[in-house]
């Protein structure tokens, strides 16, 4: 034991032991941050999902009145935000989390606590906006709150600034994350792993965190101009005063479209670490897949108004976004074939993570070919606005990304929890979702052609909606089934494994390097370095080719596998500061909204947590390490992924 | 393999679905005009290759699903092919051949649909021929439509605040009367928040923004009823802000005409004299009548109410939403008095944040005074135009 004589008055201990809720509340470990982004993000699919069943019963017939034309508003308002930024966002942030590290070879992140702390902000900015309910005033402007109508003549409750403040907040969190994950990307991959050495999902976690980091400032400052607008009188968005309201659109849109690849390029990743393995071939033209995909990330700058073809912004800006919607097509496209030519060939296991995937790469299809029939802008002003682009939207975010999330809950599982999921369960899980996703969704194309409107909170007989309408709703039951057959697997699995021994390495034969570790992944990932000498690095130590050129085995998965022994691993000391700062914010944001008096407590707790932070002591010399490990001199020649690992010793993590 | 057949069923069978749905008035795929047959001439061969894209990658899945699927009749590991190049530049550059190729005729149509063709028309205004260059000011504001004819021309006519327009020849609300074959200018502005003009028969449709003109157009080529509603949210009642254009021949529009520059006349019959002396007291203190009150502004957010004058030519009110007659052709009265005794419960608004019409408090004799004041406002359109307003609802 080291003495520590010289504490500074009011710095804390860092927190001991690794047991219990504390340790959830204090951790910087990044694969029990990513499980609370997962566990936190499916509690909010749950309310986004009984908000979307509220809506498709004010809606199964016409003259619906199960909500009413305000709390419809509110409801599907609060559905497309919870569905956005607390459910798909912060899942990809729980694969991206839990996975990322591992994939590259990593301890943790580059800074661990900044990564608690995006966590913990998530949190507290979703709950934030969630309180609009309890407090009766959910916002009712919409998702993307076009001004004037967000402003305080035309909604002059509280439920806009709820949604101003806590995307804000949540908004904190996706940039602190972003820059983490960036910094962890190309600081500290294992020794070998070029950059064309990672695999394909860590590089599109990398192409969203840039996309990120740079979108969310736009709506930052968006959301910004709103709520000086609503509370400090201000006249951003004002058009008495001359303002113009199609800036908020520019402002929403150019985060926004950005926004709809950071939702899909993680489950893009996600089943191009699926497909290679289940089809047991590698995936097919690798750097085409990755330049797509950062291709991708970069035309979706260029593409965001098509989102206004209507609101009269000139022809000829019209015809650059038209064109330029158009070949964003091209890049998608190549990813899907190549996804098909991996398939091609190679021989496939329908597993039901190899199911979610091939969902994806269908449905996927559908929402990119009707995308193609909106780029082109006359054709759009029919489409705009209608029920074709609410069908066209889900079978990408949910046929597109949620199904992908789900190939990778099934594909992981026994990663995080040392158990597969049930497979039985898990193909009603995914029939019973598809079946319903296309029920619901299938039919809006045609309602939407038909001449629904979107937003609507009923509709007259006689427009010839009926049918499709309570056959979707019938359809989102389904997909409720669905969703509870998958809360049912995780209950099931979780029960039958209990008292079982954890499932060996490797359960699907896979090939990227977070397979090294033994499942579930010890508390220090890696017992030593993996040198990587090609992608698909976990496989090709377990096969190799025989003098004919055909493939062999040279090594059984346990062979290959780390036992998960080592006990010597230096790991960074929790802290309590990330929650406490987190906690800070929404106390702020109430400040702003009822009286700047709450700002105080609020201000000084992420002060508090600010002078905490920089002052705790870098590694708690009482503080236990997760393998009895305290001092932190002599191994660091062994500490995984070089320097940069003491970033965490620096005041700036 | 259930849902991709669904899903094929939904997509092959997109048109035959929509096609057979002949009660959909608010179809996007049943063009009644040239401008909405221009986009539908452009969107149609696109569906079709869009539906042959579908075809063909849904076969070639199911195809390699059945073909690699793993049959455990070997242990052999496939081969590991890691890519191909030509196969790459060849499903890069097809598709974007392709989309080139579509973008060629998208912009020739993207341009033609945003390019003015009008003539003008030559009415006649209290007997004298004008020559008319049509085009009519179309303002959106929480939930209902304004329609606005200067018949001198818009050159001159200052729009830039659209809550105090200057006077115009006719002020009508929620049904735009267009006469047949001729192309209609719209400016499209708003009072409040931004709404959306959709007539899908007839064009695609065009934002309203608020204190900015967006120029859109319409055209029909037969006499006819064409729905259309709101498509850009725009508060509590968006899905009750819908309008209807009604398109005229050349003759019956300038009998239409005729009739809508004419002022109210004096009502005959105490009950309406008494329904006008209310409507003095309460309803003119947002609704214009001319020659009862001028256009003076609304106590409301937006500054204005629909004009009034020729209530009972229009088949619906309140944003479009309620029949003014039975399929008979007579008064659809509980409806009417439902409104005017508590038009919030008929149709939610924020009466109370002056957005919207509130319940006016009338005794039941002084709602029967006000409906035979209405009665005395304008002629019944033809018993086509009721008829046609008919969707069963």
Redesign the interface.
């Known amino acids: 034991m080291i003495e520590t004589t010289s504490r500074a008055i009011g710095v804390y201990t860092r927190p001991k032991g690794n047991t219990g809720w504390r340790d959830w509340i204090t951790t910087v470990d990044h694969k029990k941050i990513g499980i609370l982004y997962g566990a936190t993000a499916m509690l909010f699919f749950l309310i986004g999902g009984l908000e979307a069943l509220l809506i498709r019963l004010q809606l199964a017939t016409p003259d619906g009145t199960v909500l009413?034309?305000?709390t419809y508003?509110r409801v599907y308002t609060m559905h497309g935000v919870t569905m956005v930024f607390l459910v798909i966002m912060p899942l990809a942030a729980a694969f991206a989390n839990y996975l990322l590290p591992l994939q590259i070879g990593a301890r943790d992140v580059a800074f661990p606590r900044l990564n608690a702390l995006s966590y913990w902000v998530f949190l507290f900015g979703g709950v934030f906006l969630n309180m609009a309910w309890i407090f009766g005033d959910a916002p009712?402007?919409?998702w993307?709150a076009?001004a004037?109508?967000t402003g305080m003549?035309?909604?002059?409750g509280k439920g806009m600034d709820f949604y101003a403040l806590g995307l804000q907040i949540t908004g904190i969190a996706s940039l602190v994350s972003a820059m983490n994950l960036i910094v962890t990307v190309l600081n500290m991959r294992a020794p070998g792993m070029t950059l064309f050495k990672m695999p394909v999902f860590t590089w599109m976690i990398l192409v969203v965190q840039f996309l990120l980091l740079f979108a969310v400032p736009v709506i930052t400052v968006a959301l910004f101009l709103l709520l000086f607008d609503r509370n400090f009188g201000a006249n951003f968005f004002n058009?008495?005063m001359?303002a113009?309201?199609?800036l908020w659109q520019h402002l929403f849109w150019i985060f926004g479209h950005p926004e709809v690849y950071i939702l899909i390029l993680p489950s893009f990743g996600i089943i191009s670490e699926v497909i290679p393995t289940f089809?047991?071939?590698?995936i097919?033209?690798?750097?085409?897949m990755v330049f797509s995909g950062i291709a991708i990330g970069f035309m979706g700058w260029g593409v965001w108004a098509h989102h206004m073809f209507?609101?009269?912004i000139g022809?000829i800006s019209?015809?650059a976004f038209?064109?330029s919607t158009?070949?964003i097509?091209?890049p998608t496209?190549?990813k899907?074939?190549?996804w098909?030519?991996t398939?091609?060939?190679?021989?496939?296991?329908?597993n039901t993570p190899m199911l979610f995937a091939?969902g994806v790469?269908?449905?996927f299809?559908?929402g990119g070919?009707?995308g193609?029939?909106h780029?082109?802008?006359?054709?759009?002003?029919?489409?705009?606005?209608?029920y074709y682009i609410v069908a066209h939207f889900h079978y990408v975010i949910f046929g597109g990304a949620l199904l992908g999330i789900f190939a990778g809950f099934y594909f992981w599982w026994p990663k995080v929890f040392g158990h597969l999921l049930d497979e039985k369960l898990g193909k009603w899980n995914f029939?019973l979702m598809?079946?319903g996703?296309?029920?619901t969704f299938?039919?809006m194309?045609?309602l939407?052609?038909?001449?629904?409107?979107?937003?609507?909170?009923?509709?007259?007989?006689?427009?010839?909606?009926e049918f499709w309408n309570m056959f979707a709703t019938i359809g989102a039951f389904i997909i409720g089934l669905g969703v509870l057959a998958f809360l049912l697997n995780v209950w099931i699995s979780a029960r039958s494994a209990r008292g079982a021994p954890p499932v060996g390495p490797d359960p699907w034969d896979a090939r990227s390097p977070e397979w090294f570790t033994p499942n579930p992944t010890p508390v220090h990932n890696f017992d030593e370095d993996i040198q990587i000498e090609s992608l698909d690095e976990f496989w090709h130590r377990k096969?190799g080719l025989d003098e004919d050129g055909?493939?062999v085995r040279v090594a059984t998965a346990e062979e290959v596998c780390q036992d998960g022994s080592a006990t010597d691993t230096h790991l960074p000391s929790p802290s309590y500061w990330p929650i406490v700062l987190a906690a800070g914010l929404p106390l702020i944001g109430f400040g702003l909204m009822y009286s700047l008096w709450f700002c105080v407590p609020g201000g000084a707790l992420v002060l508090m947590a600010i002078y905490g932070w920089v002052f705790e002591p870098a590694d708690d010399p009482d503080g236990s390490h997760d393998h009895g490990h305290d001092g932190h001199g002599e191994d660091d020649a062994v500490l995984l992924g070089g320097s940069a690992e003491n970033a965490e010793e620096a005041p700036v993590g | 393999m259930?849902?991709?057949r669904?899903?094929a069923l939904?997509?092959g069978g997109?048109a035959v679905?929509?096609g057979c749905?002949s009660?959909?008035?608010?179809?996007?795929?049943k063009p009644q005009g040239p401008i909405?047959r221009?986009?539908d001439d452009?969107?149609d061969p696109?569906?079709l290759i869009?539906g042959i894209?579908?075809v063909i990658?849904?076969g070639?899945?199911a195809v390699?699903?059945w073909k690699?699927?793993?049959d455990h009749s070997t242990d052999?590991?496939?081969?590991?092919?890691?890519?191909?190049l030509r196969?790459?530049i060849g499903?890069?550059v097809g598709?974007?051949v392709l989309?080139a190729l579509?973008?060629v005729f998208?912009?020739l149509?993207?341009?033609d649909?945003?390019s003015e063709d009008r003539d003008d028309i030559v009415v006649n205004l209290d007997g004298e021929r004008t020559s008319w260059d049509p085009q009519v000011v179309v303002v959106g504001q929480?939930w209902w439509w304004e329609f606005r004819y200067y018949f001198d021309g818009l050159e001159g006519v200052d729009l830039s605040d659209p809550r105090h327009l200057p006077p115009a020849d006719i002020v009508t609300a929620n049904q735009l009367v267009i006469p047949t074959g001729s192309e209609v200018g719209l400016q499209?502005t708003s009072r409040?928040?931004?709404h959306?003009f959709w007539i899908?028969a007839l064009?695609?449709?065009?934002?309203a923004?608020?204190?900015?003109v967006?120029p859109w157009k319409i055209e029909a080529e037969t006499p006819g009823f064409y729905?259309g509603?709101?498509?850009?949210?725009?508060?509590?009642?968006?899905?009750?802000m819908q309008m209807q254009a009604v398109a005229m021949d050349p003759l019956d529009f300038q009998a239409w005409i005729d009739e809508q520059t004419q002022a109210a006349t004096e009502p005959v019959g105490a009950a309406a004299q008494r329904g006008k002396a209310i409507f003095e007291g309460q309803c003119a203190r947002c609704h214009v009548v001319n020659g009862i009150n001028d256009g003076g502004g609304a106590d409301l957010?937006s500054n204005a109410a629909p004009n009034l004058t020729h209530f009972m030519s229009r088949t619906t009110y309140a944003g479009g939403?309620f029949d003014l007659y039975e399929p008979d052709g007579s008064l659809n009265r509980p409806q009417l008095e439902a409104w005017l005794r508590n038009a919030p419960a008929e149709k939610?608004a924020y009466a109370e944040?002056r957005?919207g019409m509130p319940a006016m408090g009338l005794s039941e004799s002084q709602i029967d005074d006000v409906v035979a004041y209405l009665q005395t406002l304008g002629t019944s359109p033809a018993m086509e135009v009721i008829a046609a307003t008919?969707?069963?609802?």
């Not at chain 1, 003549?153 to 002059?156: A, C, K, L």
């Not at chain 2, 008919?390 to 609802?393: A, I, L, N, T």
Request: with cysteine.
């Open positions: 009413g034309a305000d508003n009712d402007g919409g993307f076009y004037p109508n003549i035309f909604s002059p058009p008495e001359g113009d309201p199609l089809s047991r071939k590698p097919f033209g690798y750097p085409f209507v609101s009269g022809p019209i015809a038209s064109v158009m070949f097509a091209v496209g190549v899907i074939l190549n098909l030519a398939m091609w060939g190679g021989k496939i296991r329908f091939s790469v269908s449905m299809t559908i070919l009707s193609v029939t780029s082109l802008a006359p054709a759009d002003t029919q489409q705009t606005d209608t029939w598809i079946v996703f296309n029920m299938g039919p194309h045609i939407g052609l038909q001449g629904m409107s979107r937003r609507i909170d009923t509709y007259s007989p006689g427009f010839g909606f096969y055909r493939v | 259930r849902p991709r669904f899903t939904v997509f997109l679905l929509t749905a009660d959909a008035p608010l179809d996007t795929l909405s221009a986009i452009l969107s696109v569906f869009a894209v579908f990658i849904f070639a899945t390699i699903w690699f699927r793993d052999e590991f496939p081969d590991q092919v890691h890519g191909h196969a790459e499903w890069t598709p974007a989309m579509i973008a998208t912009l149509t993207h341009f649909i945003n929480q499209v409040d928040v931004i959306s899908p064009n695609g449709k065009r934002d923004v608020p204190y900015r967006s729905f509603q709101c498509t850009e949210f725009c508060g509590l009642s968006h899905s009750r957010v939403i939610p944040g957005r008919e969707v069963d609802r």
